[in-house]
């Protein structure tokens, strides 16, 4: 069974930084690649960043130069650094496969951008 944890979310001024943990089980972590992913209340989920098996790396254009996704593969867990917060960057974040694998998401993290 597929199981999917984030964590790491909270509560951070414009231009703070946060950092997000996935932990994954139930998989062979190294050979999968890792996404986060966020979605608005009322909005479709997207892509924020995905690393693949050999540690290539893909972002969204509106996130490129401010967040970093990384994986360690010896603890089955995927990062998101996320340095230069801006309110736009407020909503629930998610890991999955990259692709996405439609049935395995978790709770989620909020990440929560105010003044």
């Known amino acids: 069974q597929v199981q999917l944890v984030e964590s790491g979310g909270g509560l951070v001024q414009p231009g703070g930084s946060l950092r997000l943990s996935c932990v994954a089980s139930?998989?062979?972590?190294?050979?999968?690649?890792m996404g986060w992913y966020r979605q608005a209340p009322g909005k479709q989920r997207e892509l924020v960043a995905g690393i693949n098996s050999d540690g290539s790396t893909v972002y969204a254009d509106s996130v490129k130069g401010r967040f970093t996704i990384s994986r360690d593969n010896a603890k089955n867990t995927m990062y998101l650094q996320m340095n230069s917060l801006k309110f736009e960057d407020a909503d629930v974040y998610y890991c999955n496969g990259f692709p996405p694998w439609r049935d395995y998401w978790g709770q989620g993290t909020q990440v929560t951008v105010s003044s």
């Open positions: 139930g998989i062979l972590f190294s050979i999968n690649g």
